[in-house]
Each structure stands twice: as structure tokens, then as C-alpha cells.
């Protein structure tokens, strides 16, 4: 088996998420023996190559070209085809990141194959490499199989413990596609960001976090009087943020702020995954839903399966009586 | 304005891919082969990403004129929520129609969609940026490279110029960046970018006088390999040890603080 595991840089910084990804290809290694490559792909990114070629990859491709420097799919693509074209790997590996959600799919289409798109997790059975992803918002998980190859997969965010680098420095090759300015249909602008974040809920030990549960603004002060007598950050999923109302900055999730508070209690989230990788880190978290299956009660250490209008009332005098 | 001047004549022609789900709040049971869900019993709903796509169409139709075609791929109760988008305000649909066949992975369903808009030629496809069942979130990139069309994912904003289109994208970490590409353009669209409308009575009573062109699956005759199988589905094993309280809201309450006080000891 040979793992091309595409690593992620945007203006020279990796994306977090690449050596989670190398991880993943790491134990396909350990349960099948396979030969780890990986590449990096921009206009010039010869530093980050060498600084990839210390983890368990016994090759790292530095795809280079001036029309890289900034992404765009129809450049990804191509070049991703090319260096895919003459390394001919049986598996290609991708960080689930905003920017392989943009082009993966349009890159294992170009093979005739379909990308195994946020896996949580991988395994060698039978021989064939099964990856495991997320049905109805993480209610239930599938075991899939890709036909033919190469597989295409991506890997969701925290699925994996990043790789850490080893002792010495493996191979570093150029790889320089062909690419014509006419090719590149699409053209970005400059990446900005819209507010200042005036609240940092990183800091945070307790959050008092709220999703559509709520279902209207007009009950917001019954988690408020739970951070109040908490002393707690208020904090939100995003449905409540789009709603406009909390603000976006108390937005926790993938579009959002990541935290780790002590306690972190979730109220009406039902825990799609863009929430949980934001606040997975947390010490305790207490999950209040009237669900029983969301997947808010995966992470939870303590769970109430109830009406959070009845709950959280009840909750705040009880903690009042608690501090007294 | 030029631009309006421009869509006036042109008629711009917007396609939005609508897939329909089980409601979010449904409780989802294993099929008996374990390769999907069992549908007895579940509510099924317009995916709501796909709803704002529907939005967004719908309100640059409002603005630039032209034609909103709405496109759902599955079985005969997928109609619902065709008739849903008709009485929202779309101007027509196209049900690609599964008849039994078991749901198909994104390239699959990306095939059917291309196959269908052979002979429609939009400037415009939009849908959500991904389902709330398989959530393989890729519809639209492949739907775009079998079209030959540019592509953006995860847009926030979209504005039409003459023969082009300025998206805002969502990127990680509350990043943005602005895309301008050629028209005809796929777009998937993110949630909660606009306030969703609701179907008036009148909107209901004349949508059911709009066309809904039904073609099998089958007439399409795509070509399946390299797919996805589902080799099983299983219920997620919980990574931590949690503990569930139910009962009246009094005692959860009162048995609640005292783990947090004396197990957790974080009040």
C-alpha cells in the first residue's frame, strides 16, 4: 500500500490539521504496511517540505509553481492530478479543511472516483483500507468502502492525535506542474477578517453555551441567569450567532472560536460536528438536550435528557442553594 | 444600472439542488440489513443548507429577473418538498425520480444532476453547502466539474455582475476572502446567510399549477464505478463514560450539582 497525504499551508503556516492527517496514514502503515509520501503544494514552499520531511513520510513533494501562490481549485487540481498522475499512490490522504472541501472532490472526480469525504476514523479490514464517517449530524456512523484505485479520503479535524516529528530528515523532491495562466478560471482577493474579537473565550473556565434549543430570543435570559449565577462566558452554536442573537464573536465552533474551558455546558446543542470541534477540548462538559440521541451526549460527562425551559430554571436555584 | 439592463435581456436561469431529509430532530432507527436508516416512521424536511440556496436564488431572481428552476434527486416523497420550493416562489422543477433504489453517494447524485441539465443551460446552480444525512458536503464541486463549470464552496455572499459572479467565501477561524468567477458558476451556499421565507396560501395555490417535470433515474443511464459503498451503519460508542440524569426537572437538578460540586468540583 502507498499514502500520499496531502499537507496544508496557507501563507507559509501549516494548517494544524496536516500531521493529524499524516497520523491517520501512520496507522494504515502499522496495520498493513504501507509507504508513506506527502506533499505541499504553493509557490514556494521548499522550507515547509524540509520541515515536513522529520515526520514518517519517506518522501515529501514540494509541488511548486508562481500560479500556486494563492489557492484557487482549478490550480489545486491540477496540479494535485499531475503530481497524483506520476506518483501513482493507492491512497490519497487530505486534511477535511475548508479549502479540501473546495477542491477534493473536483480532484478524485478527475480519477473517476469518489473522495471518502470526514472520516473519524481508518482501518485495514480484509485487506481493504474501510473508513469510518458520520450519518444524520454523528447519530449513527458508516463504515465505507471505496471501489478501485487510488482511494481519495479526508480526514475530519481532532479525528486523530497530530504526528510528532521524528529524529532525522527523509527526502525532499520538487515537483513543478505544468500550469497556464488560462487554466486558473477563478480570482481571489486578499483573505480579510471582518471584526476584532473583543470577547476571548479561549481564557474562559466556565461557558454557558446555547444552541437552537432556545428557539427564540425572547428566551435568552433563561441561560443567561445560568451564566450570571455561574459566573460564566456566555457562548453560542452558530444558528443562534446567524440569528443575531449573540453576537458572532460568541461564536464557538469550526467558523467560530475554539475553547477549553473547566465546564462547559452545552443547553439545547444537539452537537454537529462544527460545534464539537470547537469546544471538545473542554475539561467537564455538562449537556442539557431533550434528545436523547444527539450527539451533544457523545462528549458530555454528565447529560440531562429533558426540557431545558424546566432544567435550567432548576438548575440555577439549585446552584444558588449550593453557593450559599 | 448596466447589470440590471444586462440580466433584463439575458434572463438569467438559476437552478437550486434540493435534497430532502430526515427533520433534525427525528430519532433515527437501523434498516434491518444495517446499511441505512429505517425510514418507518420519520418526518422527513427540505436539508436546510439547501434552503438558504433556495433563498439566495430566489431573492437574486427578485432583483435581476429571470427563471428559478428547483432540482431534487430521490424517491417519490421527495415531491413534498419540490412543492415546498414552488410555493416558496420557484418558477418550475425537475424531480430526477430514484423510483426504490437505494440513496446514491455524492458522485452518483452529481452524475444524475449533470446528466438532467444537459438541456437546461444556467448561469447559475446553486445548493447547500451540505446534506444533513450523508453530509458528504461535495454535490456541488463535482456537480460543477462533470458541468465544466467554475465552482465556489461555503458562500456567504453572492453578487452578479455581467457574465461573472463575486462570491464571499467562508474560510477557517473567522476568515473571509472575495472570488470572482466566470459565469456559468456552482455555488454551495452556507447557512444562515439570509432570514428564510415562508410560503403564503397564495404561494401554496399556485404552486400547484407549476410544472414539476419527473425523469426516472434510470433514463439517464449514467455510469457507476469508483463509487462509495456503505459496508455497515452502527450507533456511535460513547468515547467518555457520561452519566444521564432523566426524571422531573427538580431532582435532575439537585443530583446534577452534586456531581458537579463534589465529583467534577467545578461550583
Known sequence: ?324 | MAVGAYWKKKRMKTIVCVKQVPARDSTVRLSSDKKWLDETDVTFEMNEPDAYALEEALQLRDKAGGEVVVLSVGPPRVTSTIREALAKGADRAIHIDSGSEPPLDASGTAQLIAAALKTESPELVLTGLQSDDAGYGQTGVILAEYLGFCHATIVMEVSIGEGSVRVKRELEDGWFQHVTMPLPAVLTIQSGIKKLRYATLMGIKKAKTKEVRTIPASDLKIERNGGLTITSVNAPQRNKQTQLFTGPARDVAKQLVEKLKFEARVI
Not at chain 1, 493529524?20 to 515547509?48: R, S
Not at chain 1, 481532532?158 to 520538487?174: C, D, I, L, N, Y
Not at chain 1, 473542554?282 to 447529560?303: H, L, Q, R
Request: hydrophobic share 45%.
Open chain 1, 1 to 324: 500500500m502507498s499514502v500520499l497525504v496531502i499537507l496544508e499551508q496557507r501563507g507559509g503556516k501549516w494548517n494544524r490539521m496536516s500531521f493529524e492527517t499524516m497520523a491517520a496514514a501512520g496507522k494504515i502503515a502499522k496495520e498493513m504496511g504501507a509507504e508513506i509520501e506527502a506533499a505541499v503544494v504553493g509557490a514556494d514552499v521548499q522550507a515547509l517540505a524540509e520541515d515536513a520531511s522529520r515526520y514518517e513520510a519517506q518522501k515529501v513533494y514540494a509541488v511548486a509553481h508562481p500560479l500556486l501562490a494563492e489557492y484557487t481549485p482549478d490550480g489545486m487540481t491540477a496540479a494535485l492530478e499531475q503530481l497524483i498522475r506520476a506518483v501513482r499512490p493507492q491512497l490519497v490522504l487530505f486534511p477535511h479543511s475548508y479549502q479540501v472541501r473546495d477542491y477534493a472532490p473536483k480532484l478524485a472526480t478527475r480519477f473517476g472516483k469518489a473522495l471518502a469525504s470526514d472520516a473519524i476514523d481508518v482501518r485495514v479490514a480484509d485487506g481493504q483500507v474501510r473508513f469510518t464517517r458520520q450519518l444524520f449530524q454523528g447519530k449513527l456512523n458508516a463504515e465505507v468502502q471505496a471501489a478501485g484505485e487510488p482511494q481519495f479520503a479526508s480526514v475530519q479535524a481532532g479525528a486523530f492525535r497530530a504526528a510528532q516529528p521524528g529524529a532525522g530528515a527523509h527526502t525532499v523532491e520538487t515537483f513543478t506542474p505544468n500550469l497556464e495562466p488560462s487554466q486558473i478560471r477563478s480570482q481571489p482577493e486578499e483573505p480579510f477578517r471582518e471584526t476584532q474579537r473583543a470577547v476571548d473565550l479561549s481564557a474562559a473556565e466556565t461557558i454557558v453555551s446555547v444552541g437552537r434549543g432556545i428557539k427564540d430570543k425572547d428566551s435568552m435570559p433563561v441561560v443567561e441567569a445560568l451564566a450570571e449565577v455561574l459566573g460564566a462566558e456566555l457562548a453560542a452554536s452558530r444558528p443562534i450567532c446567524d440569528n443575531g442573537w449573540l453576537p458572532m464573536e460568541r461564536q464557538v465552533g469550526s467558523s467560530g472560536q475554539t475553547v477549553s474551558p473547566k465546564v462547559y455546558f452545552a443547553v439545547g446543542i444537539s452537537g454537529a460536528i462544527q460545534h464539537l470541534v470547537g469546544m471538545k477540548g473542554s475539561k467537564t462538559v455538562v449537556a442539557i438536550n431533550k434528545d436523547e440521541s444527539a450527539p451533544i451526549f457523545e462528549m458530555a460527562d454528565y447529560g440531562v435528557v429533558g426540557d431545558l425551559f424546566e432544567v435550567v430554571p432548576a438548575l440555577v436555584e439549585e446552584i444558588k442553594k449550593a453557593k450559599a
